[in-house]
């Protein structure tokens, strides 16, 4: 696996070895010590999700408060834009934001640490998106930043109107948000 660290040092993304002939391809998405060995963190994983989204459903920005979750993201179909801010207040990161496009075609995973806030937008038709997480879902502990919070700034690569859930139409913007300290 080939990893490499974004603008935020502690969002890395993962290429996986793809081994691929005419009759397809096989990969290893997850080893636990090989994981360790190429990014330096040692994680372990308590919940798999798997969502279904239509192109340009808005998923984000999400976080835990009182059970932070680290994410393994990845798209098994289609594609996404995918989005993690700092939310540690101490981090001299703190509010900057990194994205990319994660597809089923590139194969490309995103290790999320726990202190961030993350979210996605359908680029294609439909998108599967799989993630792991180091903590369980805790509905009264979550938490959800306002997709398009001017003092985050995050480039969105659509200028269409997303389609949002009704929580996350109401997200709060960083400045008042309960983050992390």
């Not at 806030?117 to 038709?125: C, E, Q, R, Y």
């Not at 985050?152 to 960083?174: E, F, M, N, R």
């Amino acid at each position: 696996m080939n990893v490499s660290r974004t603008e935020i040092p502690d969002v890395m993304v993962i290429e996986p070895k793809v081994f691929g002939d005419d009759r397809g391809f096989f990969y290893e998405s997850f080893n636990e010590a090989r994981f360790a060995e190429a990014t330096g963190v040692s994680v372990e994983f308590v919940q798999d999700n798997h969502s279904k989204s239509a192109r340009n459903v808005l998923r984000g920005l999400h976080y835990q408060l009182k059970q932070p979750q680290g994410k393994l993201v990845r798209v098994v179909q289609g594609e996404v834009f995918d989005v993690a801010v700092d939310i540690r207040k101490s981090s001299p990161t703190f509010g900057k934001w990194v994205g990319l496009i994660l597809s089923a075609e590139n194969k490309k995973q995103l290790w999320i640490p726990a202190g961030f806030a993350h979210g996605f937008l359908v680029l294609s038709d439909t998108a599967e998106f799989l993630y792991k997480t180091t903590d369980y879902y805790s509905p009264e502990s979550e938490r959800c930043l306002l997709w398009n919070d001017e003092s985050i700034g995050i480039q969105w690569p659509s200028t269409a109107v997303p389609l949002l859930s009704a929580k996350d139409a109401v997200g709060s913007s960083l400045l008042v948000a309960d983050v992390y300290e």
